[in-house]
């Protein structure tokens, strides 16, 4: 997993579902192995101006090609739920912020039966990753600002949380495909998705695999 990328990464854009899902469908249904491919299909970004269609499209295509074939299908052609799920696991394998915010703090407070997420809680974070990656410090109050609006409505869009003013924790439900598409990768994605460790060591010896820690 990356344990530094850009913060500005994710301020480019939200999840973009309905991108991500056109990607995806065009890629599989003309068998293309390179999705940079799909930048001139004329399918995507109608409405953007040349600059921010670079942009989103790059943002897009890095996650994308973070997905296994398994977990490519299901953005595609799955249920609206699974489509999320997928796509939000793309991001956390693309942006360590994102995903350690998500393990970290999130799946920390459904544990403990805590499912209300607050500043104190984003502030703390933010504390921690800057003695943690000390490059940090070199954003602006503006960028991590940027970057807490974006990251909430995120949350919003997947549905892990209610909405970006109550910023309650909803618990996910993952369909029997989701969770083998997850699991056939690393069982340890699942913290994502607030996944308790004896359901993952349970998914550790239904694959019989082990891996590092994300």
Do not use: H
């Amino acid at each position: 997993m990356q344990k530094s990328d850009n913060l500005l990464s994710i301020t480019v854009a939200s999840l973009r579902l309905n991108e991500m899902v056109k990607i995806a469908q065009y890629a599989l249904e003309n068998d293309l192995l390179d999705i940079e491919q799909v930048r001139n299909a004329d399918i995507i970004f109608g409405s953007l101006k040349s600059i921010s269609f670079e942009k989103t499209f790059y943002q897009l295509r890095k996650r994308i090609v973070t997905l296994t074939p398994k977990q490519m299908e299901i953005l595609a052609n799955g249920d609206l739920i699974s489509q999320k799920q997928i796509a939000f696991l793309s991001l956390c394998k693309c942006y360590s912020f994102i995903k350690d915010f998500a393990v970290e703090v999130i799946r920390d407070k459904v544990l403990v039966y805590d499912y209300q997420i607050n500043e104190t809680d984003f502030n703390s974070f933010i504390k921690n990753k800057l003695l943690e990656y000390p490059k940090l410090e070199e954003y602006s109050i503006s960028t991590f600002n940027k970057a807490k609006q974006v990251l909430f409505l995120i949350l919003e869009q997947v549905g892990i949380i209610d909405n970006i003013k109550d910023k309650r924790i909803l618990p996910q439900l993952l369909q029997p495909k989701v969770i083998r598409a997850i699991t056939e990768e690393d069982p340890l994605w699942l913290k994502i998705f607030m996944i308790p460790d004896k359901d993952i060591n349970l998914n550790y010896t239904m694959n019989g695999r082990y891996s590092q820690e994300i």
